[in-house]
C-alpha cells in the first residue's frame, strides 16, 4: 500500500505541475494539483494527498520559518505572517518527574495566531489565491477560525467560520471576530458543523480550509522537520516519540508524511523515525478505539465530550492518513481524562510553559504511558502543545490559583499574606 513507510519514491504522471500533484490514498488516481478544486478523488471519494517528483534532504532546507521548507512545499511562497520556528523548550522538573531520558515541549502555541494552524493556512490559503476563489470557509473548534480569519484578511479574501454553538473557547471567537470572518454559530457540535461546510464547499459556495484540504497538511508537516532539525542541533539524535493531541488527526497524518518523505528521500532510515503516539480526551476517543482494536476505519461518536474543546471531535477525517503512521512508526494511542488534562497543563504552566487543555492532552498522555511502561525510561521525547493558554482564559482560570481581595493599605496585605499562604 502506497503509505507504507518504506514504500518507493512515487512516480510522476503526465499531469503533474513544477513538479508535484495530487494523488488519492485508496486508489491512486492522479490530478494537477491546481488546474481544478477538489477536495477528495473523484472516483472513490478517498482522502489526497500531495506528491512530489523530487524530495528534498536536510541539505536542502534554508531561510527561517515555514517557508524555510519550501523545497518540501507545493508553492515556492505562501500568504505569510511569520509562522513556524517556534520553540523546542525543555522542561527538566516535567522530565524528571515523568522518567524519561529527555523530554522536549514543542510549543506550537507560540505562533502567529496561537496555534500550528498558521502552518496550514500559510500554504492553504496561498493555494486558494492561486485558485482564484473569492471566499474561504471552515468549521472549527476555535484555532482553525481564529488561523483562517487571520490567513484570509491578509490575503484580502472573504472568510466564513462555521463555530459549534457555545463550545468555543473565549480567545478563539474574539480573533475570528477581530480578524474579520463571518462567523456562523451553529447548533450542533463540530463534526455537524464540518458536515454543513463541505456540503457548501461541495456546491463551490467556499473554499474548504479544514484539514480534509491536502495542502493545509503539507504545511503542518514542518512541525515534524522542526522537531527533527532541532534533536539534531542541540542533542545529535531524533527523538524516538513524538506525543501528539489527536483531534482530525491532521497532524498525525501531516507529520508521519513528513517522516514517509525524508525515508523516501534517504535522508532518514526506517529505525529513525519517531514513534507516532496520539492522545485522544477519554469523552472523544474514537482513533485510540481504532488503534487499540487493531481497525483500519474508525467508528464516528455521536456524542463527545471533554474540557479539551480543541479535540472534541467525534469522526476524524484523516484517519485513513493518520492510522497507517501510528501503525508503521511503531506508536500507539492512549486516552486521558479531563483531570489528567487539567493536571497536565498546571505541570506544564509550573514550567513556564503556558498552554491551553488540548495541548497539555499531549504531556497527560506520556505520563500516562510512562506509568503503563509502554513508553521506556531510556526513551528521548518531544511532546507537542498545540495552542497558547491564552486561547481558553476560563479554562486557564479554573486550573490556577484564585486571585485574593485586599484593600489598597500595606498593613492589610502584610497581615494577608501573613495569615494565608
Ligand atoms: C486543531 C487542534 C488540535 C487537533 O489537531 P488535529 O490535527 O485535528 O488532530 C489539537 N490541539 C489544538 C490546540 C488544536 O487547535
Ligand atoms: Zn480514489
Given amino acids: 500500500m502506497s503509505l507504507d513507510l518504506a514504500s518507493a519514491p512515487p512516480t510522476p504522471p503526465p499531469d503533474a505541475e513544477n513538479g508535484s500533484w495530487l494523488a488519492c490514498i485508496e486508489c491512486g488516481e492522479t490530478h494537477a494539483p491546481f488546474d481544478a478544486i477538489r477536495y477528495r478523488c473523484d472516483d472513490c471519494d478517498g482522502l489526497l494527498e500531495v506528491r512530489?517528483?523530487?524530495?528534498?534532504?536536510?541539505?536542502?532546507?534554508?531561510?527561517?520559518?515555514?517557508?524555510?521548507?519550501?523545497?518540501a512545499l507545493p508553492l515556492e511562497a505562501g500568504v505569510t505572517i511569520s509562522e513556524g520556528d517556534t520553540p523546542l523548550y525543555r522542561a527538566p522538573r516535567l522530565e524528571s518527574d515523568i522518567g524519561v531520558e529527555t523530554l522536549r515541549?514543542?510549543?506550537?502555541?507560540?505562533?502567529?495566531?496561537?496555534?500550528?494552524?498558521?502552518?496550514?493556512?500559510?500554504?492553504?490559503?496561498?493555494?486558494?489565491?492561486?485558485?482564484?476563489?473569492?471566499?474561504?470557509?471552515?468549521?472549527?473548534?476555535?484555532?482553525?477560525?481564529?488561523?483562517?480569519?487571520?490567513?484570509?484578511?491578509?490575503?484580502?479574501?472573504?472568510?466564513l467560520v462555521l463555530l459549534p454553538a457555545g463550545k468555543?473557547?473565549?480567545?478563539?471567537?474574539?480573533?475570528?471576530?477581530?480578524?474579520?470572518?463571518?462567523?456562523?454559530?451553529?447548533?450542533?457540535?463540530?463534526?455537524?458543523?464540518?458536515?454543513?461546510?463541505?456540503?457548501?464547499?461541495?456546491?463551490?459556495?467556499a473554499y474548504l480550509l479544514n484539514s480534509l484540504n491536502p495542502f493545509r497538511l503539507e504545511g503542518q508537516k514542518t512541525i515534524?522537520?522542526?522537531?527533527?532539525?532541532?534533536?539534531?542541533?542541540?542533542d545529535g539524535a531524533h527523538p524516538d516519540r513524538i506525543v501528539l493531541p489527536v483531534g482530525n488527526a491532521g497532524n498525525t497524518a501531516a507529520l508521519y508524511k513528513a517522516f514517509r518523505e525524508l525515508v523516501?528521500?534517504?535522508?532518514?532510515?526506517?529505525?529513525?523515525?519517531?514513534?507516532?503516539?496520539?492522545?485522544?480526551?477519554?469523552?472523544?476517543?474514537?482513533?485510540?478505539?481504532?488503534?487499540?482494536?487493531?481497525?483500519?476505519?474508525?467508528?464516528?461518536?455521536?456524542?463527545?465530550?471533554?474540557?479539551?474543546?480543541?479535540?472534541?471531535?467525534g469522526n476524524p477525517v484523516n484517519a485513513p492518513k493518520a492510522l497507517p503512521g501510528i501503525r508503521e512508526t511503531g506508536g500507539t494511542a492512549v486516552a486521558v481524562a479531563d483531570e489528567e488534562i487539567t493536571t497536565a497543563q498546571r505541570d506544564l504552566a509550573s514550567e513556564g510553559?503556558?498552554?491551553?487543555?488540548?495541548?497539555?492532552?499531549?504531556?497527560?498522555?506520556?505520563?500516562?504511558?510512562?506509568?503503563?511502561?509502554?513508553?521506556?525510561?531510556?526513551?528521548?521525547?518531544?511532546?507537542?502543545?498545540?495552542?497558547?493558554?491564552?486561547?481558553?482564559?476560563?479554562?486557564?482560570?479554573?486550573?490556577?490559583r484564585d486571585p485574593e481581595p485586599v484593600s489598597a493599605a500595606v498593613d492589610d496585605v502584610l497581615a494577608h499574606l501573613e495569615s494565608t499562604e
Wanted: a negative charge.
Fill in 52 to 71: 512530489y517528483a523530487d524530495l528534498p534532504t536536510f541539505e536542502d532546507f534554508s531561510g527561517r520559518g515555514v517557508w524555510r521548507y519550501a523545497d
Fill in 224 to 234: 515534524g522537520l522542526e522537531i527533527l532539525e532541532g534533536f539534531r542541533a542541540d
Fill in 264 to 313: 523516501q528521500a534517504g535522508a532518514l532510515a526506517v529505525d529513525e523515525v519517531p514513534k507516532l503516539t496520539g492522545v485522544q480526551a477519554a469523552g472523544a476517543a474514537p482513533m485510540v478505539e481504532a488503534v487499540e482494536n487493531g481497525a483500519d476505519a474508525v467508528r464516528r461518536w455521536d456524542d463527545v465530550e471533554t474540557r479539551a474543546t480543541a479535540i472534541r471531535i
Fill in 105 to 159: 515541549i514543542k510549543h506550537e502555541g507560540m505562533n502567529p495566531t496561537g496555534s500550528f494552524k498558521d502552518r496550514g493556512m500559510t500554504v492553504g490559503v496561498a493555494v486558494a489565491r492561486e485558485l482564484g476563489v473569492d471566499r474561504l470557509a471552515c468549521a472549527s473548534t476555535g484555532n482553525t477560525s481564529a488561523a483562517l480569519a487571520a490567513y484570509g484578511s491578509r490575503a484580502g479574501v472573504e472568510t
Fill in 168 to 205: 468555543v473557547a473565549a480567545g478563539k471567537v474574539a480573533q475570528a471576530s477581530l480578524h474579520g470572518a463571518r462567523i456562523l454559530e451553529v447548533d450542533g457540535n463540530f463534526d455537524a458543523c464540518l458536515d454543513v461546510v463541505q456540503s457548501l464547499a461541495a456546491g463551490g459556495e
Fill in 353 to 400: 510553559i503556558g498552554v491551553e487543555p488540548a495541548s497539555a492532552a499531549s504531556v497527560a498522555g506520556l505520563r500516562k504511558l510512562r506509568a503503563d511502561g509502554v513508553v521506556g525510561a531510556d526513551e528521548r521525547v518531544a511532546c507537542l502543545t498545540t495552542g497558547h493558554l491564552l486561547k481558553d482564559p476560563d479554562a486557564a482560570a479554573a486550573a490556577g
